[in-house]
């Protein structure tokens, strides 16, 4: 949102992806007035993953063995289960992000069904083989997305990365 000069904006929470180690916060200004504009950032803090809220995912359903070809691009289906502990539609399709590499979702959003017949909807999403980054030694694979309300969602299933040696 557009402030007036001297005032102050509240975001609110900005998920950063991938953090580990040390790192540079670079923050690009655009339409705010001169170029290097002076800002400041109060109240930092890095939440640690761990507090997140687990999902259940389901990769390439219908599969137990979950293959992903690494050499072929091609698209993978990972279906955020729904249920009556869980309600798909608080999550921010914005925020999904799918792999080491933090691949988006193909379609930009995801589409509604009930993929396991459970009564409660599920959330299927697509992704692309080539941007997730995963290698032959990842034995599984996580998505990550955070709820319009905040809250960090994570959840993992095994995969079969081949061709592998």
Known sequence: SVVSEGTFADSGPIPVRGLS???????????VGAKNADFE??????????????????????SDVNPINIAKS????????GSSDFDISTIDQST???????????????HFEDINLDGFS????????????????SPFITLSAMTHGGEYLEGSDSVRVKPCN
């Open 21 to 31: 180690g040390e790192r540079k916060l670079t923050i690009a200004l655009y339409g």
């Open 41 to 62: 950032v109060k109240d930092f803090k890095v939440e640690n993953v761990i507090n997140g809220s687990r999902i259940a995912i389901d990769i390439n359903p219908g």
């Open 74 to 81: 091609g698209v993978i289906p990972v279906v955020v289960m």
């Open 122 to 137: 599920d959330l299927i999403f697509h992704f692309s083989t080539q941007e997730i980054g995963i290698s032959c030694d």
């Open 96 to 110: 999904v992000a799918f792999g080491p590499d933090y691949a988006a979702e193909l379609h930009s959003l995801g």
